[in-house]
C-alpha cells in the first residue's frame, strides 16, 4: 500500500517538476535575462553571469527533484569540472542528464537540441546563455571550436540524442572532430540511472517502479596527442571508435547500471 | 584560371593524402559519401581548406547538393570563376 502511494506521489511529483522547469525557463527568458542585459559590461560578461544564473538555477532545480523525492543522486568529482577549454562528454541515458552536468559545471557552455531554440519555455534561456544548437553540423562544429577556443567549458552529448534503451551506445563523429581541432582537455562523465527516468520514447507520467537512483561519475581526462599527429578525418574516426568503446566498457554492455541501487 | 581537370587533380591529390584513399578511386562519378565514405563532418573541414586555399568566401549552402566528385569539381570552378 505504501509503495502504491509513493509511486503516485512520484507520478504527481514529476509532473510538478515538468511544470517548474518551464515556468523557471520561461521566467528566467522573460523577465530575468533582459533585466540583466540592462546591467553594464561588455557582452562576454553578460554571457557569462547568463550561464552562471542558468547553472545556480539549475543547481536549485536538482535539489527540489531530489527534496521531493523524485529521484536521489550522486555526483562524484564534479570539482575537475570548468576548467579553460575543456570538452566534456557525456553518454545521455535520460531526458534530464544536461541538468546534471551544467548544474555541477561552472558557467559553460552548452550544446543543445535545436528544437530548444524554438521551443518557448526553453529558447530565452539557451539564446541568453549563448548555447549552441547542435544543427545545421556546420555551424554547430563552428561554434563549438569557437567556445573551446574562447577558453569556455562545453558539454556535449556524443550520442546526439538519447540513448535507445536496449541498443549499443552510437556515437556520432561531429564531438570527436571538435575535441581533436579544438579542446585543451578531454573529459568524460559517466552517467548511470537505475532505474531509468524517462528514456527515450517513454512519456513522463511512465514513472519507474522504484524511485531512480543517478549516479555522475567524471573519469580521468582522455590523452588527445597520439589522435593530433594524424589527419583530422582518420584521428576524429579513431577517438570516435575507442570514445564509443571507453563508454560502453564503463557503463556495461547495456549502457544500464546494474549494481543495486537505492530507494 | 584553373580549368575542370586542374581542379580534378588538386582534388584527387588532397582527399588522398587526407583520407588515405587510391586516387584510382576518386573519379567523376565516384559518390562522396556512398563510395568515398566521406561524410558532413569531413565536408565541414574540407569547406575550411578550401576557404583557406582560394581566400574566398565558401558558403556552406553552394555546396549542399554536392553529392559526387564531379559536382565537387563543378562547384568549385564556379567558385573560383566567381
Not at chain 1, 568529482?77 to 541515458?93: F, K, M, V, Y
Not at chain 1, 582518420?234 to 547495456?254: C, E, M, P, Q, V
Not at chain 2, 569531413?42 to 559526387?68: H, I, M, N, P, Y
Request: charged share 25%.
Amino acid at each position: 500500500m505504501e509503495r502504491r502511494q509513493t509511486y503516485f506521489w512520484r507520478v504527481f511529483a514529476t509532473g510538478v517538476c515538468f511544470t517548474l522547469f518551464g515556468v523557471g525557463g520561461l521566467i528566467l527568458g522573460v523577465l530575468v535575462f533582459p533585466i540583466l542585459l540592462l546591467l553594464p559590461g561588455d557582452p562576454e560578461r553578460r554571457r557569462a553571469r547568463m550561464r552562471g544564473l542558468v547553472q545556480r538555477a539549475l543547481r536549485l532545480f536538482v535539489r527540489v527533484m531530489r527534496g521531493v523525492r523524485v529521484i536521489s543522486y550522486e555526483f562524484r568529482g564534479s570539482e575537475r569540472l570548468g576548467r579553460a577549454g575543456q570538452l566534456i562528454i557525456a553518454n545521455h541515458p535520460t531526458l534530464v542528464d544536461v541538468v546534471f552536468i551544467v548544474a555541477f559545471t561552472p558557467a559553460p557552455c552548452c550544446v543543445v537540441k535545436a528544437a530548444m531554440f524554438q521551443n518557448p519555455f526553453t529558447r530565452g534561456v539557451v539564446r541568453a546563455a549563448g548555447y549552441i544548437s547542435n544543427s545545421p553540423t556546420d555551424e554547430m562544429i563552428h561554434g563549438a571550436v569557437a567556445a573551446l577556443h574562447a577558453g569556455d567549458s562545453l558539454v556535449m552529448f556524443p550520442e546526439g540524442t538519447r540513448t535507445r534503451p536496449g541498443q549499443p551506445l552510437q556515437f556520432a563523429r561531429g564531438t570527436a572532430s571538435i575535441a581533436v581541432h579544438a579542446a585543451d582537455v578531454l573529459t568524460p562523465v559517466y552517467v548511470r540511472c537505475e532505474p531509468l527516468l524517462l528514456p527515450k520514447f517513454v512519456p513522463w507520467y511512465r514513472v519507474p517502479p522504484r524511485r531512480p537512483h543517478y549516479i555522475f561519475e567524471v573519469g580521468d581526462d582522455i590523452d588527445l596527442a597520439a589522435y593530433r599527429r594524424l589527419q583530422t578525418p582518420k584521428a576524429s574516426r579513431l577517438l570516435n571508435d575507442w570514445l564509443s568503446g571507453h563508454f560502453a566498457a564503463r557503463l556495461g554492455a547495456t549502457g544500464v547500471y546494474n549494481a543495486n541501487s537505492v530507494d | 584560371m584553373q580549368t575542370k581537370d586542374e581542379i580534378l587533380e588538386q582534388i584527387k591529390a588532397s582527399l588522398g593524402e587526407l583520407f588515405e584513399l587510391d586516387p584510382a578511386r576518386i573519379t567523376l562519378a565516384a559518390r562522396l559519401n556512398e563510395d568515398l565514405e566521406i561524410d558532413s563532418i569531413d565536408a565541414v573541414d574540407l569547406l575550411d581548406g578550401l576557404r583557406r586555399q582560394t581566400g574566398k568566401k565558401v558558403s556552406a549552402e553552394d555546396f549542399r547538393s554536392v553529392r559526387t566528385v564531379g559536382d565537387l569539381v563543378e562547384a568549385i570552378y564556379k567558385l573560383v570563376q566567381a
